[in-house]
DNA sequence: CCTTCTACATCTAATTTTTCGATAGATAAT
DNA sequence: ATTATCTATCGAAAAATTAGATGTAGAAGG
């Protein structure tokens, strides 16, 4: 049983006749004889009576009307909805790293839910290996990664922007105002980073070896904001992008260090699948991210 | 958008794949993917999103799923609503002329819809003429004829039966008893009949024009009930099938004219249209009327 | 009563659509 | 590294749909 038949059993039975709706379709006379002849062999039983030159429904023929009505009610009303314009609506799943995550949430969320209050967004974090892994797998629908510079040809970078970063210490530590610092002038002192295998720890561990060097953390901690208020309070270091050490930075709470030599390259970029498909929301949405998250 | 497509549709959805869901319908794989295509095109949308070796339903797809849910379910209800056995439900009209719709009502209905109480029957009444005119135009089922008998190779008889006849007079009459009259004898008599043009009344005057005579009744009626008990009160006599008069003959009230010369073959015709549709309530009450009512 | 017109069925042939099989490209699994 | 697996695509084969011609038969109109 096909649609294009049950259209045209109910041409034929709302004109009462084959020729007429064989006009009205398009179609030759024999097409339409045809095509209820198929309808009539499929279901195995009459829908219309031949006698002499009336049609007549059977009863049969009766009872599927009601239904071939109810089945093209419903392929038109999903043809409706697909051409109302869906422009602002849809989920999008975003996955950043943690200090990303806050970062966007409180400073661009609620003007982007303010501006597309029907685009509906879940947020959630993972390292970089899980985030390449969930575009693979079609989980995220777009990640910002914070690491080094990234490039495959299956992936798409909507935008990219290197992160200054700085070690920093409180602003009455010790280190507070000396220029021309080496790594090796650090590395002993107390630290506090980010987890590790994440992001840029990651990139800095790496860096690191290529000189012969290692750090064993006091603290590992993904949460960023924490971090930053521990070294304020006390001896400890870190090294972070200035994004993150902004606030404390302005304040006077924290300073940076001036460390010549070791210059490590870290990327923020906004990352999709190059065969992701793209809905009008999350167009919007990377369009938004563009715009608002990389202009400072 | 045809059921098939939408089915197959379906079956990717829920296995996750292609290749499963070619596998269960027993097609080729690419024929899944041309069929997959196929509905994109149509309805100008992405229906899965395939990155890597996952699909993944877009938006849009799990609209169409819940739309093609519904519409498949439809079809299957409407199969399963066919295979119900509908033997005792129905719609049934019958024509025939008056007096045999009397006697069928009266002698045989209440046990018909004893024993099938489902089948409705719409009994109205016709000559011939019409009643045949009915059957080409299907607006008839089934019709039961008291008239010359009829061949046509349009109408199918289910049963028939000769009609015996008699001319009937009041028993305290002064024909009761006499024997080899001739129609001459009574011709001038006051008679009553049915109506003109109607059934048996039409081959009665057919047959007197033969013979060149000619009756003009004193009064003209459909309903055989009155014109018998008429005859039976009175000095009028009629030509009446015997199953009309059979029971005021067994009571006595009524006597048969030996009239010799006369002799009308009237036949009861059980007919419906060649190409009638033989719904099983339709088969079911010719079947019964084949057996009741001409069982007498 | 005869002719013409209309309506549906059926047959054949042409066309279109569907399907398959093979292959390619690419990832996943071992 | 090699083998499985998965989907897309292409060309050919198969199947289904469609049109056109013809047949039959009743309806309509003169």
Chains 1, 2 share one sequence.
Request: proline residues 2%.
């Amino acid at each position: 049983m096909e649609l294009r038949n049950l259209v045209t059993f109910i041409n034929v039975a709302e004109l009462g006749s084959f020729t007429k709706a064989a006009a009205l379709l398009g179609y030759s006379q024999s097409t339409v004889s045809f095509q209820i002849k198929q309808l009539e062999d499929e279901l195995g039983c009459l829908l219309f009576e031949r006698i002499n030159h009336t049609i007549t429904l059977t009863e049969r023929g009766r009872e599927l009307i009601s239904y071939a009505h109810q089945i093209c009610a419903l392929e038109e009303e999903f043809k409706e909805n697909l051409k109302e314009d869906k422009t602002y609506s849809g989920h999008i799943h975003v996955v950043t790293p943690d200090s990303v995550c806050e970062e966007m949430l409180t400073a661009h969320y609620l003007d982007f839910h303010r501006k597309y209050p029907d685009i509906s967004i879940r947020f959630t974090t993972g390292d970089s290996g899980v985030m390449l892994d969930m575009l693979d797998h079609n989980e995220a629908d777009v990640i910002m990664t914070l690491d080094h510079r990234l490039y495959n040809k299956d992936y798409i970078i909507a935008k990219e922007q290197q992160l200054p970063m700085h070690f920093v210490a409180a602003s009455e530590s010790r280190f507070e105002g000396l220029r021309s610092l080496s790594i090796k002038d650090i590395i002993n002192e107390p630290f506090v980073l980010t987890e590790c295998g994440q992001g840029y720890r990651r990139v800095f561990d790496r860096e690191l070896a290529k000189r012969s060097l290692e750090i064993t953390p006091v603290l590992e901690i993904g949460r960023t904001d924490i971090i930053t208020s521990l070294v304020a309070e006390s001896n400890l270091i870190s090294y972070l992008p200035d994004f993150v050490t902004k606030p404390l930075i302005k304040s006077g709470k924290l300073c940076y260090l001036d460390v010549c030599d070791m210059n490590i390259e870290i990327w923020k970029q906004l990352i999709y699948h190059k065969n992701k498909w793209m809905s009008k929301s999350l167009r919007t949405f990377i369009d938004y991210v563009k715009r608002e998250e990389f202009s400072d």
